[in-house]
């Protein structure tokens, strides 16, 4: 078929216009992508299309959704973690104390946040975990990210990053998993996945419970049958930080 048949008309509309917007000429967006000048000419001409990989890289280097430039779909507009610390930082500001009082003489008294809003819930270090409790499960500094809050999830869930390949395979390194903290130790069951905390240690760590018989039996276990350690009793005083719920699952 000759290149003269223009194919995509659409798409070279959108592509110049942006490009155009952008300030960015065929030579720059080449440079940008690593996609030829060639391949470019034709992408801005309408004779061609690109795949999913180079629609990507086209489409960051124009700041713009892979949706909107392939079919023309209005891109969605998530928050970013800059917009949603301002935003918690806001409500703080917003919910604080006007004037001070005797406990708290120089007006610093923290103020709880609710962490899930607008379906959003906080990921956090392994280290700030630890430390969560009632009052302020967090700071504003110790946000890592944020990801949608499923909607059987409390507002005060949370989002931990796996380290580590103790519960390999189930649980890779760098996927997500979801906290629940609102949970009594009194329902957790034999089997269940939890992140606890104990005083000897610098941060939380997941494991699995293994409940037995009886309290003595009760230890903690990794989902890797190659893990060197496969009980693990917790020395110390240890506080259940959350039940794990579910994982962010990412192909790509």
Known sequence: MSELEVKHPDFAKRLN?????RNLDRNALSG?????????????????????????????????????LDYGEAPVETPTVSDLKAKIKTMQNSSAPSTPNSSDPEGTQRVPVDYGMDGYVPVISWVAAGNF??????????????????????????????????????????????????ISP??????????IHCNDDKQATFKQLII????????????????????????????????????VTKYR
């Open 32 to 68: 940008k992508t690593g996609i030829s000048y060639e391949m470019i000419r034709r992408y801005c001409e309408g004779f061609a299309k690109p795949r999913s990989k180079g629609l990507k890289n086209i489409s960051d280097a124009l700041d713009t959704s892979s949706g909107y």
């Open 133 to 182: 409790s009632d009052v302020m499960p967090v700071t504003i500094d110790d946000v890592i990210d944020w990801i949608p809050r499923p909607q059987h999830l409390s507002k005060r869930a949370f989002g931990l990053i796996i380290q580590g390949r103790s519960m390999w395979p189930e649980f890779k390194p760098d996927e997500i998993i979801y906290v629940e903290p609102e």
């Open 212 to 247: 037995g018989d009886g309290p003595e039996d009760m230890y903690l276990k990794p989902l890797n049958p190659e893990w060197p350690d496969q009980k693990i009793i917790p020395m110390g005083e240890c506080t259940l930080v959350g039940i794990v719920d579910s994982k």
């Open 186 to 195: 009194w329902d957790l069951k034999d089997g269940d996945l939890v992140v």
């Open 17 to 21: 216009e942006l490009m155009s917007e």
